[in-house]
Nanobody
Framework: EVQLVESGGGLVQAGGSLRLSCAAS????????IGWFRQAPGKEREGVAY????????GYEDSVKGRFTVSSDNAKNTVYLQMNSLKPEDTAVYYC???????WGQGTQVTVSS
């Protein structure tokens, strides 16, 4: 059974940092990319970043470029999202997902106060 478990969310002041983790299990980790998504209240879920577990190729949504960094520890089957210079508009529930699959984590809340 594929499982994704996010952690690391919390409340932080604007300008602060958080590191999210996505621990994956139940499939061959190296075979698939993992994406980070977020959903703010009243808004649609949007893609934030992704990483290929096999090539380490990454991609970012424009509003987070230069502030967020996605990385992967293949030995731990875990993907991270380092978020720096956080802004109130980054407030959302953050999810990870195995690319091209219906498998999502349960989400972790990130709240950035101004």
């Amino acid at each position: 059974e594929v499982q994704l478990v996010e952690s690391g969310g919390g409340l932080v002041q604007a300008g602060g940092s958080l590191r999210l983790s996505c621990a994956a299990s139940g499939y061959t980790f190296d075979d698939y990319a993992i994406g980070w998504f977020r959903q703010a209240p009243g808004k649609e879920r949007e893609g934030v970043a992704y990483i290929s577990s096999s090539t380490s190729r990454t991609g970012y949504e424009d509003s987070v470029k230069g502030r967020f960094t996605v990385s992967s520890d293949n030995a731990k089957n875990t993907v991270y999202l380092q978020m720096n210079s956080l802004k109130p508009e980054d407030t959302a529930v953050y999810y990870c997902r195995v690319s091209g699959s219906p498998y999502w984590g349960q989400g972790t809340q990130v709240t950035v106060s101004s």
